[in-house]
Structure formats: C-alpha cells, structure tokens
C-alpha cells in the first residue's frame, strides 16, 4: 500500500477504508506528513480560529462504574461533591465576563439533580447568551428532549470503544447498544453531537481504533474528542500501560481527514501526557481547546486520572494561558460560539 497516496486521497476525498486506516495507524514513517496533511484540512475547511469552550465540572458523584475513571463509584478515595444550582450559574456567569460563548456543563453520571433543577439550570445560562453544551451521560430519549427544550444545543457523550466486548468490559453494568441508542436520539433531536474515543485501552487493537473512525463519520458527528486512556491508581486499571500521545494525535488527524468541517478538540488529556499536548493537537487538525472554568479545589477532586493539567490554576490564569498558546501559533481565539458549518 503506498501510504503517501492514501494521505493524499483521505486529505482530498475524505474516504478511507478499515485496511487503509489500520495501515496508517500501524505506520511510524508517514506520522508527519500525516499531520501536515490534517492542518491543511482544517486550515480549509474552519479556519485558523480556535474556539474555546469553558469547561464546568460541576459533580463528580457517579453512579456508573467504568473501569478507566477516577469517579467509578467504587472509588472511595475521593471525596465527592456536588455544586448547587447558583453557583453553577455563577462560574457560567462568571466564564462569559472571560470571553467565553459556550459552557460545557460536566459531571458524572449520577440523579443528583432533578430533571426540574437541570433544565432550570440551563434555562438561566442560556439567558446569559451562551452556548450550553451538556456532558452528563446517558438518559432516556425523554430526558434528552427536555434538555433540549430548556435549550441545550450540544451533547459529549464518547462511545469510548466501537469493540461492544471491550466497551461492555470497561464499562461494567452499562450497554453498548444503549450508549449508541443515546447518540441517536440527541442527533434526532437536534443537538450538536460530540462523541470520541479512548486511546489505549488494555485489550485495543489498531483495527478497532480504525472502526471508531469510521463510526464516527457514519454517524456524522459534529464533534469528536479523542484522549489517550491515563492509568489511575485508585481503579482497576492502575496496571495497565495506558494510551500513547503520538497514536492519540493520529487518530484525531486521521478524524479531520475524514470528517473535515468538525470540531475536534486539542484534548486534556493530550497536554496531561505531554507539555505542548494542545499546541501539537492544534497544529494536526484541532480547532477548539476546552479550558477549565471550575473553581478552587474542586478541580482537584474531579480526578479522572493522575496528572490532569491545571489543577492548581484558576480560570483567569487559564484563559490568558491558552489565548498566548493560540496567539503564539498565529491563530486567533474565535468571538462565535463555533457551531459546526457543515459542507455539503
Ligand atoms: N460521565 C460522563 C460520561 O462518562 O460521558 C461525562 C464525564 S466523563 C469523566 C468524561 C470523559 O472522561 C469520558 O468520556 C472518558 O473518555 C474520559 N475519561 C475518564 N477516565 C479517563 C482516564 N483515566 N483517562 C482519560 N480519559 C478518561
Ligand atoms: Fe462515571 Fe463518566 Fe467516569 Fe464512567 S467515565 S465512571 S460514567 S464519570
Ligand atoms: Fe490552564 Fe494553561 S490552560 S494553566
């Protein structure tokens, strides 16, 4: 297979099949030029503008159980919070006199807020002229439908893995067919829909890693998150290897190739493993850095997994922190609230 050839197809047609992805993967001689290739897409097709979303982490009280994650219920090494209704509003409040036009509201995936309070929570953010973008797990059609009415307009929710036998082995109690039954109903409803993947799961094969892209551009997300897997200590994964920085990027510059007019974002996760994590994402094919907007010591305690970079900043160090990263780069923070402009 001449690799070369397949970049230049993907970085004109955006089609590639599962062998030719896999090859790619498994090829360390074509890593830059397969970088190159996705900056040039995304210079193309969105632009040199970077959009930042503020980032609140409001709960880390989790019902589920995923093997990977700091917040499994059966960690009883952190101490759980839960932040009330105002002050979610408040640091909302608080990201828009930042600059920010979108606030990710996250947490784990737990009933600790009543579907009145969530909506209500939403409705008063949306007053503020933000963009909301929700990140809180999996629910039933219904209560998508009612997220959407107080006026969400986007929702994260990773598949994590396309393998079902790894996914139901990561995630223990929880149901691929449920996970991909949740990214339905939130494209039919009409949000904005994120999803993405862990890199470097114990068991994850290049070929699998393949079927996540391919997944992604049959179910047209409008946004994709790809991080490498971090081993935590208080988890049953605390021996694994973890996820690689290098195939993390390229499985997010082989997602531009393929879904060009995107939002991917340069993952946490990414500049956890490495200094210039961001910086590098950025140059191969992301547009949007998620910028920590929580307060205080609940950024330490929302501790998916060790290492999680600025844990000890504020949110004003943040913002002024990543607009010099981007201006350094000679793009520029977007003013828009970055929705997707898709191309026919
Ligand atoms: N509870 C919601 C959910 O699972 O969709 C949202 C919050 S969850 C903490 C957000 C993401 O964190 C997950 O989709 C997962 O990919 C990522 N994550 C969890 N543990 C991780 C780890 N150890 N390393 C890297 N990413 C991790
Ligand atoms: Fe809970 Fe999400 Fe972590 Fe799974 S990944 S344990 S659902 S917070
Ligand atoms: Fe938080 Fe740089 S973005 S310290």
């Known amino acids: 297979m001449d690799l070369e050839l397949l970049i230049d197809r993907a970085e004109h047609e955006h089609v590639l099949t599962k062998d030719e992805i896999t090859a790619l993967l498994k090829s360390k001689a074509i890593n830059e030029d397969l970088y190159a290739a996705a900056d040039r897409v995304r210079c193309r097709y969105v632009g040199d503008e970077v959009h930042l979303r503020g980032l609140i ?158 997944f992604f551009k049959e179910l047209d997300a409008d946004m994709i998150g790809v991080g490498p897997f971090i081993p935590n200590n208080d988890t049953p994964l605390s021996y694994a290897a973890g996820g690689e920085f290098e195939l993390s990027l390229k499985v997010m510059a082989l997602v531009r190739l393929l879904l060009p007019d995107i939002n991917i974002p340069a993952t946490t996760a990414m500049e956890s493993l490495r200094e210039d994590g961001r910086i590098v994402a950025l140059k191969s094919g992301a547009n949007v850095v998620m910028p920590n907007v929580t307060e205080g010591d609940y950024r330490r305690l929302y501790a998916l997994y060790p290492g999680k970079i600025c844990v000890n900043d504020t949110p004003g160090h943040c913002r002024v922190c990543i607009t010099s990263k981007i201006e350094g780069l000679g793009r520029k923070v977007s003013s828009d609230y970055g929705f997707r402009q898709k191309c026919k």
């Open 57 to 214: 982490e409001f709960s880390n009280i989790c019902g589920q159980n995923c093997l990977y994650c700091g917040l499994r219920r059966d960690n009883t090494k952190i101490e759980r919070y839960r932040l009330a209704a105002e002050v979610i509003v408040e640091l909302a409040m608080k990201a828009k006199e930042y600059g920010y036009r979108t606030v990710v509201l996250q947490s784990g995936e737990a009933k600790c807020y009543t579907m009145d309070e969530m909506t209500d929570i939403i409705r008063k953010i949306k007053a503020l002229d933000l963009a909301v973008t929700l990140s809180i797990g999996e629910k039933s059609r219904e209560e998508y439908a009612a997220l959407k009415t107080a006026g969400a307009d986007r929702y994260l929710l990773r598949i994590e893995t396309t393998d079902k036998a790894l996914y139901q082995a990561m995630d223990p109690g929880m149901s691929w067919d449920n996970r991909r039954r949740c990214l339905r109903d939130l494209k039919e409803l009409g949000f904005e829909v994120g999803s993405g993947c862990l890199v470097g799961l114990p068991g994850q094969t290049l070929e699998s890693l393949a079927d996540d892209i391919l």
